[in-house]
């Protein structure tokens, strides 16, 4: 199949996305830009558009998928009943990086849920999605637009990376300006569940909806309860090489990595860090990353995933990051670089 590619700058014409919202009706797949990951797009309320994506992923079909809408209206008819927390957090943060798990109404499909009663919606916080979303008949059901398995798309070529060939089109929106998915609450509950952290910390859901609470498999790597949104199971994120994490004090952490850096590169292994502004003058090593200052949790957000892209490319077999303890999106962030690590933890602090 050959991908068509569009790029489409701040003053697109709504003109220019007839063609993809075409594809869409026709039962094709077309990846957009959102502000949080690029998203591979398909007709949600189309079964067979539904199996399509998750062949194009190469995922799983029991992982549920999330439908996008333009519209708030759209919100009541893909879903069997709408609280009065989801519509006040719809309110409070849509367009935005929130999605919510509620019943689903008879017009979606199981085969976009994976089987399950509940959908996940969502409404993106960005002009071309919104346009695209609205030609294509109002309901995208999007998971992101990677190879199942591999770090999450924050750029156009990243896409095209992992899709050409596999779909019908891609349109090229810039930087993702979030760069980390959405955080996910499932509503169907009195107490709203947090089932995947993002860029909307608990605080600022429980400023809207009073109690919160984090689904407690995401918390707890070693727990033998099933996360709830099924997504979270699998290792994800992932680069090709192996990643640690090393946590504890900066100095010691520093003084980790180095050593364990010269030995690799003596043996021969190509090796990766990821370090902040204020440590990565400290490394040696066949890439080392910046990812910006240990104060800027947006920046280290934005950056991650093309990051762990990056190091691909050099084709690094060992990588070392160190932690990042942000207020806001750390939990976020180190909820990605641990299942990009397959939950390898390097802990070097005397009170483990
Ligand atoms: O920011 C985002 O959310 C991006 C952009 C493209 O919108 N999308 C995204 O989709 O991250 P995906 O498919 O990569 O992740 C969706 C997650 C999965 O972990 C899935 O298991 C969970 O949402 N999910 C979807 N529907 C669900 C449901 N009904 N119940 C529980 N979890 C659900
Ligand atoms: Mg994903």
């Keep these: 199949m050959e991908t068509k590619y569009i790029k489409l700058e701040e003053n697109f014409s709504p003109e220019a996305l007839c063609e993809a919202g075409e594809i869409i009706k026709a039962g094709g797949l077309v990846a957009f830009p959102t502000e949080t990951v690029y998203g591979l797009g398909g007709d949600g309320l189309n079964p067979d558009s539904s199996k399509k994506i998750y062949e194009a992923k190469g995922r799983p079909s029991d992982n549920p998928l999330i439908i996008h809408i333009a519209e708030l209206k759209d919100l009541f008819s893909v879903t069997a009943e709408v609280s009065e927390k989801a519509t006040s957090l719809a309110e409070a943060f849509w367009p935005g990086p929130l999605t919510m798990i509620l019943k689903k109404s008879s017009s979606v499909p199981l085969e976009t849920t994976g089987g399950l009663d509940t959908v996940a919606v969502r409404m993106p916080d960005n002009k071309i999605a919104l346009e695209f979303i609205k030609q294509a008949g109002g309901f995208i059901a999007a998971p992101s637009a990677n190879l199942s398995g591999r770090p999450s798309p924050t750029e156009a070529s990243h896409v095209k990376e992992d899709m050409e060939g596999r ?11 979030i760069g980390l998915e959405s955080t996910i609450v499932d509503l169907t509950e009195d107490i709203p569940i947090i089932l995947r952290p993002g860029y909307i910390s608990m605080k600022s ?15 707890d790597a070693d727990s033998d309860t099933a996360p709830r949104a099924p997504g979270m199971k699998y290792r ?48 040696n090593a066949t890439v080392v990353e910046n990812i910006g200052s240990r104060d800027d949790e947006a920046t280290i957000a934005r950056r991650l995933y093309a990051v762990l892209r990056d190091f691909d490319v050099e084709n690094v077999n060992r990588i070392y990051s160190e932690e990042f303890n942000t207020p806001n999106m750390g939990q976020a962030i180190m909820n990605r670089l641990m299942k990009a690590a397959g939950h390898h933890i390097i802990n070097l602090s005397e009170d483990k």
């Design 236 to 283: 994800h994120y992932a680069p090709k090489g192996d990643l640690s994490i090393v946590k504890g004090d900066k100095d010691k952490v520093i003084e980790y990595i180095r050593r364990q850096t010269e030995e690799a590169l003596k043996e021969g292994e190509r090796v990766g860090i990821i370090a902040t502004e204020e440590t990565y003058l400290n490394y």
């Design 167 to 177: 779909i019908d089109m891609i349109i090229d929106g810039g930087t993702s300006t």
């Design 205 to 219: 859901l429980s400023r809207v909806v009073g109690d919160v609470i984090y689904d407690p498999a995401i918390l």
